[in-house]
């Protein structure tokens, strides 16, 4: 059963949520993985992670648990996603990475028992971080809109949450990520105490992305400090999707050159990135960013 040990006692539900289930050590991203963030680490570490690995030291405490919920928010693509899954490598917590239709998209009746087992399992495989991303979509704010079997199983979903909550010895934590906290229901915010803003990375935080997107490629001419400065108002994937443009301008040079003169040629033949390639990058980029945002406006204002 590989990360479920075969003398635990599952049931079909807790089975069906176990297939969700990811091994701490089978986590590729880790805190190296993750530049610009540095305070927001520094804080997971001593309120997260510490408690999950060291509970024995905080039981005669309460204010010394870890938070059964953590909430981070900020603008898409800052790493909130890669700060929950080094998160639980670094803690050697199991990682249920919710997907939220595998609980709605059942018969009524089904989603509030599936919901249940998220919990039960969590609890059996304990330490362990159940991350619920674009958390605002699954457990937004309730209105008398709400369609009956999803309002139950909300209510269901919190009624557990507490019940992990109330126990001082059950390592279970509840993340979730969104860039719309104001969505998010105020009673899940109530479970979530610990909040991380995540925001758009200022100069010196996009020096430092460049500098571990680009530690291992081979350049030329390329002024890293003049790239950040270009780059206000990128965010981490952003930023390394520019990476990306600019690397792959020399690959299309090759390519030419192949087609050309008909021949094979080695990986040694790609050239360095340049200066130049990065110029040509950013501004494809910020042209693709202001069409984008005028298709938006086009949308909103029912024009397109």
Known sequence: MGIVEKSMDLNE??????????????IETSWNDIAGLEEIIDDIKATVILPLKSPEIFYNSELHQAPKGVL????????????????????GARFINLEVPALTDKWYGESQKLAAAVFTLAVK???CIIFIDEIDSFLRSRSSQDH??????????????????????????????????????????????????????????RQSILELVLQNERMDDVDIELIAEQTEGFSGSDIKE?????????????RSRVLANDCTLKP?????????????????????????????????????
């Open 72 to 91: 981070l928010h900020g603008p898409p693509g800052c790493g909130k996603t890669m700060l929950a899954k080094a998160t639980a490598k670094e803690a």
């Open 242 to 254: 520019l990476c990306r443009n600019a690397a792959m301008i020399r690959v299309r040079d090759l």
């Open 125 to 127: 495989v304990q330490p």
């Open 268 to 304: 040694s033949d790609l050239r360095p990135i340049t200066g130049q390639d990065f110029t040509a990058a950013v501004r494809k980029m910020k042209e693709s960013k202001v069409l984008a945002a005028g298709r938006f406006v086009l949308n909103e204002e029912g024009l397109d």
């Open 148 to 205: 009956e079997a999803t309002a139950m199983m909300k209510a269901q979903f919190m009624m557990l949450w507490d019940g992990i909550s109330s126990s001082k010895r059950c390592s279970v934590v509840v993340m979730g990520a969104t860039n719309r906290p104001q969505d998010v229901d105020k009673a899940i915010l109530r479970r979530m105490p610990a909040m991380f803003q995540i925001g758009l990375p200022k100069k010196d935080k």
């Open 13 to 26: 539900y807790e089975m069906t949520i176990a297939a969700q289930l990811v091994d701490p050590d089978s």
